[in-house]
């Protein structure tokens, strides 16, 4: 059976790091072990969680504050213990997030032009968890809504406006590891220590599905797959090997399929693009970031793409919103790497190139709108065909399909006998005198260009030819015959 590649819009999808002046570095992360979000991004500000002696505390940039960051920058300051969380709120950049040890959500308000001074005084405080709160999630579709995971087993729905929970959930027997949304906002998923995975809706706190996820005893992670009604969960096996496993939302009994990925330790975070259809595995303390395309085909309903891989391990990916990236770069998706051993924060563009056959499909559609616009000329008996020519290039001109048009170059190898300045013989138009080794021949340009100043200096038309030893050696034959007659006379 022949080999057959499988169509993909998305198989040539690479990484492409800033550059180390455009990164944002002596920034004193946070080495807190947990797994949370320690870094936030939106189209304006990023957010970064900090080392502090006392209390938590976390740094608030401009995007445009790249390079060295002072190390008396302002930060937000209120929590009374480390920060474990943050989180933009998606309807409003100037709004973030923050949970923390101390058992409190907090909400801020961050300026126009950036922090400029130390903020302690938060617009929102709520409190209701007993111990740390571990996770937080804004509602994807109604503003002023977040969801709060605690040590205390509790799932909380507060009203930010109000200061207020407006649901408690209390189905998790042990401590929650990962909660998410769905699209619309209707469902949430959660793993917990107990290896389920519990689909919840949020209305009415009824649990609409629940299975064991992965077996092993190690931190997983669940994040919905937008409108398809799947789940994706990563986790560990009996063996401590590193699974991902896709998921029914309805019926979480049995996997869709299970796919290995290694023997890691760190945890895997998943990302999900929507938009692509695509899914981003990035482990804790790893240096490379998977990628994998989502299909509705059947199994393994998963197909990997390729992989992101670099020398320094990260701590944690902030996820650039989609109103944040450069569409004229086929920017696709970007995260900021927080570096797990060092002090910097790096962009990562993912950036989508177009195949062979995708342009191949786009240049025949550009003919076709040729072919178009080329008929009434062609049906035209007024216009000569000169005249009828110049129009239909035009036309091509117009539409990309030709450019400018090209000079052919004929390159020629130089030889000993060639002056720098003459033309080789059989080279006509345009020509590049060039070395054996078919590079370009610099010492020929040094050369002529010495010879130009010869000509500029003396005036004439060619450079005055030093005598040769032999006329040197005729000189001294004929002076000396000319001494020997004086000496006769």
Same mark, same amino acid.
């Given at each position: 059976m022949p080999f057959k590649v499988r169509i993909s819009k998305f198989r040539h999808v690479y990484g492409s790091p800033y550059?180390?002046?455009?990164?944002?570095k002596n920034?004193?992360?946070?080495? &807190?072990? =947990?797994?949370?979000?320690f870094c936030a991004v939106n189209s304006k500000f990023l957010a970064i969680v900090t080392e502090t002696s006392g209390g938590g505390s976390f740094l608030v940039l401009l995007l445009s504050e790249v390079g060295r960051i002072d190390v008396d920058h302002p930060r937000i300051r209120g929590h009374r213990a480390p920060v474990v969380d943050l989180k933009f709120n998606p309807? &409003?950049? =100037?709004?973030?997030?923050?949970?923390?040890?101390?058992?409190?959500?907090?909400v801020w308000s961050i300026p126009n032009d950036g922090l400029n001074t130390d903020i302690y005084q938060w617009k929102v405080d709520l409190h209701g968890h007993q111990r740390r709160v571990d996770y937080i999630e804004w509602h994807p579709t109604a503003e002023n809504l977040i969801l709060s995971a605690g040590s205390d087993h509790q799932v909380i729905l507060w009203n930010v406006e109000r200061a207020e929970p407006i649901q408690i959930y209390r189905c998790h027997p042990d401590v929650i590891q990962s909660v998410t949304w769905?699209?619309?906002g209707t469902l949430f998923a959660t793993t917990c220590k107990d290896k389920q995975i519990r689909v919840i809706e949020a209305r009415t706190g009824q649990i609409i599905a629940k299975g064991i996820g992965h077996p092993g005893p190690k931190v997983s992670k669940v994040v919905f797959l937008g409108d398809t009604n799947r789940l994706l969960s990563t986790g560990f096996g009996k063996q401590f090997e590193r699974q991902v496993a896709v998921w029914n939302a309805n019926d979480l009994s049995k996997a869709l399929t299970t796919e290995t990925i290694d023997f890691g330790?760190?945890?895997?975070?998943?990302?999900?693009?929507?938009?692509?259809?695509?899914?981003?595995?990035?482990?804790?303390?790893d240096g490379n970031i998977r990628y994998y395309e989502l299909t509705d085909q059947g199994e393994p309903y998963l197909y990997f793409l390729s992989e992101y891989k670099s020398t320094t391990p990260q701590r944690c990916l902030g996820v650039m919103p989609k109103t944040g990236l450069d569409v004229t770069r086929n920017e696709i998706m970007r995260f900021y790497k927080l570096f797990a051993t060092g002090s910097m924060c790096e962009p990562i563009s993912m950036i989508v190139t177009e195949a062979k056959q995708r342009k191949k499909r786009r240049e025949i559609r550009k003919l076709e709108k040729v072919k178009k616009k080329a008929e009434p000329l062609l049906e035209n008996a007024d216009l000569d065909n000169k005249e009828r020519n110049k129009q239909i290039k035009d036309l091509y001109r117009k539409y990309g399909v030709i450019g400018q048009k090209q000079v052919n170059v004929k390159y020629v190898v130089a030889k000993k006998s060639q002056r720098g300045?003459?033309?080789?013989?059989g080279a006509k138009g345009p020509y590049k005198v060039?070395?054996?080794?078919?590079?370009?021949d610099k010492r020929a340009t040094k050369k002529q260009n010495k010879l130009n100043k010869t000509r500029q200096s003396t005036g004439k038309g060619r450079k005055q030819q030093k005598p040769s030893k032999n006329n040197k050696g005729n000189k001294q034959q004929k002076s000396s015959m000319n001494n020997k007659g004086k000496q006769r006379t």
């Open positions: 550059r180390e002046q455009d990164c944002y920034i004193s992360i946070t080495r &807190n072990a =947990h797994d949370g979000s309807f &409003n950049d =100037h709004e973030i997030a923050s949970c923390s040890d101390d058992g409190t959500v907090k769905n699209r619309n330790a760190g945890a895997l975070i998943p990302f999900y693009d929507h938009d692509t259809r695509t899914v981003y595995l990035a482990g804790k303390g300045g003459s033309r080789p013989a060039v070395d054996k080794r078919l590079k370009k």
